[in-house]
């Protein structure tokens, strides 16, 4: 029994032990892949913290894909970025039957993505699905932190050279900097790194509803200044800790009554009184009247300040005599001084330049518009100087200007404010030019709309007005046509016995054969302009947008061509190839009819010749479900590049007869909603064909 027991025992321990084996193997299999995953982790970060350029870090981190994949030799990695591709080897990913991506994600929106594939069938590891999302948040941040270091070298500027005479350059400096930090447009802080607002100026105390006297104490940190502090202000040390400066970030602070305001942020770390603190500038990105009051405000006091500062700068001059040790200290205040300057200066988003009374640039907060020559050739191309031009008027005004002016296609709201030396005299003029073209071009949309709405009322009125004699014609006219029936037998038995009847200074036969024509025709055409009318009526009418009604497009070309004959017959004749089998489609009747008048009237512009033609044609596409309303002209046609933009917003051929660029973009919109698509197919000298394709709403399952 015993002997039998043993051998029972080891038949039983050696499945055990293969067991083990298999788990051991698998273990050692599972480790190998995860350090697998790990390296390729590894060395696709070394690349990226390695990498001189951009497409250097996605070619290299492209060939080290699939190196943490459980097949390398079967798989193919690549990196899509911007619809450039970079794959990870020789080959390509064109035969792929299996695969797997992450997208690549900038700033919140999809760039592109890195994928890993099989030529065969296989299935992913969920941990390998980890490792490339891991890989894409890699990549994004990369592409982000590449981006944001070449957004911020636009903003690195060049510093002055010290001037030679430190006193009075001194002097000269500390004068400028306390000017502009007081009376600049933006708000700048000077803050200690645990938020403590040291020091602040009007802009910014005015930017965000406290006492611009500064006797609120502040902290960014316990009063929640910004939007989202546990997120900005590491941000912001994480920066200046890499870089010593930070530009351009776009962020948000809370006024004092709780509301946000969007500014454009830069910082840069300083010595102030000994300690190390942060220079912030705020630019304020809503557009505020109320500043440009308070500059006119604050030149006013120019004067005053100047005369202050220089009573404190000679006091200071007369104890430099006596302690000529404080020298050194004094120079490195210098340097403090000129390099707040330059980055307060360069930190302005608006082209800002200062210049002579000979216009000469002396200095620049951009590049396009540094020293060596003019104001008006370096910010705007010119030979000679703007008319009117602000920084003239300061001149000889002494007082802030502010000016609109258009140059070339686009709109700039220039400003000019003068410095003043020691001795009250204009020394050069601050030029402040700020691109207001899309603003201008949503006023004069507003005009544009106010005058189309009027015209509307203008419409409905007239029709209104033309309706009521026109009605009293058409019921009249019936009633002499009803009456003619009974009298025209009187009149022929009257005419057998006289013989020689005369109605109207016409022979009796002649008025018998054409009297009941007139009539019919006088009947047509009340009738006709009572549908006129009807169409203008309906045209000007107020439209909710709903897209509730039963339309049917050959009613719709029929009104259509009624209110547009007399403006189209001048230059086309108009050729129709309706369908009449064409189904009625759920939409809104006024917009559709809005979309046909704006292009047919676009057709009839575009026919130079003395009479052209524009054919309308209609189809129901039965596989496709959906109406197809054509409308060909053979009118001058539509080059290549104007094709590209002819449905974007203010765009238009026509600015000096009028036209304001939103007919065609109005007409995309409504085809949009109607869950449609529009196309244009055109040549120059060819004409242009419009293809409109309204889908009908899906049938109703029994």
């Known amino acids: 029994m015993a002997k039998g027991s043993k051998t029972t025992a080891r038949v039983q ?140 070298q636009k903003y690195v500027g060049k510093l ?162 006596h302690k000529n040790e404080e020298l050194v200290s004094l120079t490195e205040k210098l340097k403090e001084s000129w390099n707040k300057l330059q980055t307060l200066f360069d930190a302005i988003t608006d082209q800002v330049v200062m210049i002579d009374r000979d216009f000469n640039v002396k200095m620049a907060n951009r590049k396009e518009g540094n020293h060596d020559g003019k104001c008006y050739a370096k910010i705007f191309g010119r030979s000679q100087p703007c008319q009117p031009c602000p920084g003239a008027m300061a001149f000889q005004q002494r007082k802030s200007i502010t000016l609109e002016e258009k140059i070339a296609d686009d709109y700039y709201l220039l400003q000019a404010y003068p410095i003043f ?114 169409g203008l009526r309906k045209f000007a009418k107020r439209d909710d947008g709903v897209l509730n009604d039963e339309v049917d497009l050959n009613e719709i070309i029929h009104s259509c061509l009624r209110l547009v004959s007399n403006q189209i017959g001048r230059k086309a004749k108009v050729t129709l190839e309706l369908d009449e089998r064409l189904p009625r489609i759920k939409g809104n009747f006024q917009r559709l009819e809005q979309v046909l008048v704006n292009i047919l009237i676009n057709a009839s512009q575009a026919i130079e010749k003395k009479m052209g033609s524009i054919a309308v044609r209609t189809e129901y596409l039965e596989k496709e479900n959906e109406n197809l309303l054509q409308i060909r002209d053979n009118g001058s046609g539509i080059d290549e590049k104007t094709l590209k933009q002819i449905f974007d917003p203010f765009f238009t051929t026509k600015r000096n007869q009028g036209g304001t660029g939103l007919g065609l973009s109005i007409a995309y919109g409504i085809i949009k909603d109607h869950k449609g698509r529009i196309a244009v197919d055109s040549k120059v000298g060819a004409g242009t064909t419009f293809s409109i394709h309204i889908p009908l709403a899906p049938r109703a399952t029994p």
């Open 13 to 152: 321990k050696q499945p055990q032990r293969k067991e083990c084996i298999e788990c051991a193997r698998k273990l050692e299999h599972d480790l190998k892949e995860r350090i697998k995953e790990l390296e390729c982790l590894y060395i696709i970060s070394s690349q990226i913290e390695a990498g001189k350029g951009l497409k250097q870090v996605l070619e290299q981190s492209a060939s080290h894909l699939v190196k943490g994949f459980q097949y390398p030799e079967k798989a193919r990695g690549c990196i899509m970025l911007d619809r450039t591709r970079y794959p990870g080897g020789k080959n390509h990913c064109a035969d792929i039957v299996s695969a797997i991506r992450a997208d690549i994600v900038v700033n919140g929106l999809p760039r592109g993505y890195a994928q890993v594939a099989y030529r065969e069938k296989g299935e992913f590891l969920e941990e390998e699905k980890k490792l490339i999302g891991e890989i894409g948040r890699m990549i994004s941040k990369a592409v982000e932190k590449h981006e944001l270091q070449l957004e911020l």
């Open 421 to 534: 030396d020691e001795r009250g005299e204009v020394d050069g003029v601050l030029e402040f030019s700020r691109l207001i073209t899309k603003q201008k071009n949503m006023e004069l949309q507003l005009m544009q709309t106010d005058k189309l709405a009027s015209l509307g009322q203008l419409v409905s009125g007239i029709a209104h007005e033309i309706n009521n004699p026109n009605t009293f014609i058409r019921g009249n006219v019936s009633i002499i046509q009803e009456a003619m029936k009974d009298i025209l037998p009187i009149l022929d038995e009257h005419s057998s016995k006289k013989g020689n009847l005369q109605i109207a200074r016409l022979n009796y036969d002649v008025f018998r054969s054409n009297i009941l024509i007139l009539l019919e025709d006088m009947a047509q055409g009340a009738n006709r302009i009572k549908a006129i009318v009807d």
């Open 160 to 321: 002055k050279e010290m001037v030679k005479d430190k006193t009075r350059e001194l002097e000269k400096s500390t004068k400028r900097f306390e000017d502009l930090f007081e009376n600049a447009p933006d708000g700048i802080v000077i803050s200690e790194l645990n938020g403590d607002i040291l020091k602040a100026n009007r802009a910014f105390y005015r930017m965000l509803h406290y006492p611009e006297d500064g006797s609120v104490h502040l902290n960014f940190v316990k009063d929640k200044l910004y939007a989202n502090i546990p997120l900005i202000r590491p941000f912001i040390f994480k920066k200046l800790k890499e870089k010593g400066f930070l530009e351009g970030m776009e962020m948000s602070l809370i006024d004092s009554r709780g509301k946000q305001c969007p500014v454009i942020g830069s910082f840069i770390l300083v010595d102030f009184d000994g300690r190390r603190c942060i220079e912030e500038v705020y630019k304020d990105i809503r557009l505020r009247k109320e500043l440009e009051q308070e500059l006119i405000k604050q030149n006013e006091n120019l004067e005053k300040i100047v005369q202050a500062r220089t009573a404190d700068l000679e006091m200071q001059k007369d104890l430099l005599i």
